[in-house]
């Protein structure tokens, strides 16, 4: 049981460049989110996905698009890189939609656009 | 607008010591209040949570929080503190009210536990 799998754990992009961000979950839920760490300013959400078949906009969706591929898989879409950009990518799922559920976490993807 | 503030960039505390991270936040109605830890090149993991009833809420590696409402914080504590326990710490904060899936976090506290 791997849990929550991102790849690459770590890119280089100039700018204008794009990028699929990979995310899988082994642990059948049904909601997924990405997020960007930046320091000094915790976790902001980008997009999430409720259940499969279902995407929206978080806070900060500006620059990227997301593709639930199916239960399993979410991905995020960088389609002309920014140096803004550059972040800490953490994809996360949850068994469902309650408010009250607790996320897991990916282990991240380091961008760093130039 | 909601918000949550983790006024410590940072905490010091010697190994054996008690620790406490402090987190306050600022939502519409009743919150769902979380903690998190973030280990080097690491995902965030969860540690506690606070949906209801006892105010003090035990979590794992034995860390436990208390949440206090009239002064709306959620301030994470160990009685003991170990060298392992140093680490990125995130307080988050969800409105029951609103729902959604809009999870605000504070920006984190760094922990160094010296042996």
């Known amino acids: 049981n791997a849990g929550v799998t991102q790849t690459p754990k770590f890119q280089v992009l100039k700018t204008g460049q794009s990028m699929t961000l990979q995310c899988a979950q082994d642990?059948?839920?049904?909601?997924m989110y990405w997020y960007r760490q930046d320091p000094g300013m915790g976790l902001r959400l980008i997009y999430y996905?409720?259940?499969?078949?279902?995407?929206d906009k978080g806070e900060v969706p500006n620059g990227y698009n997301v593709s639930r591929l199916n239960k399993r898989e979410f991905s995020l879409r960088l389609e002309s890189a920014a140096p803004s950009q550059t972040s800490v990518y953490f994809c996360?799922?949850?068994?469902?939609?309650?408010?009250?559920?607790?996320?897991?976490f990916g282990p991240g993807t380091r961008l760093l656009v130039l | 607008a909601q918000s949550v503030a983790q006024p410590e960039d940072q905490v010091n505390v010697a190994e054996g010591n008690p620790l406490t991270v402090k987190c306050t936040y600022s939502v519409s109605g009743n919150p769902y209040l979380f903690w998190y830890v973030q280990y080097p090149n690491r995902g965030l993991q969860f540690l506690l949570k606070?949906?209801?009833?006892?105010?003090l809420v035990k979590g794992s590696y034995g860390f436990e929080a208390e949440f206090n409402k009239s002064q709306t914080s959620f301030h994470l504590k160990k009685p003991s503190a170990l060298v392992s326990d140093s680490a990125l710490y995130f307080c988050?904060?969800?409105?029951?009210?609103?729902?959604?899936?809009?999870?605000?976090f504070g920006a984190g506290t760094r922990l160094f536990v010296k042996a």
């Open positions: 996905s409720a259940s499969e078949g279902t995407t």
């Open positions: 988050a904060v969800r409105d029951r009210q609103t729902g959604g899936f809009k999870t605000i």
């Open positions: 606070y949906i209801t009833g006892d105010n």
């Open positions: 642990m059948n839920h049904n909601s």
């Open positions: 996360a799922s949850s068994p469902g939609a309650e408010t009250r559920e607790t996320q897991y």
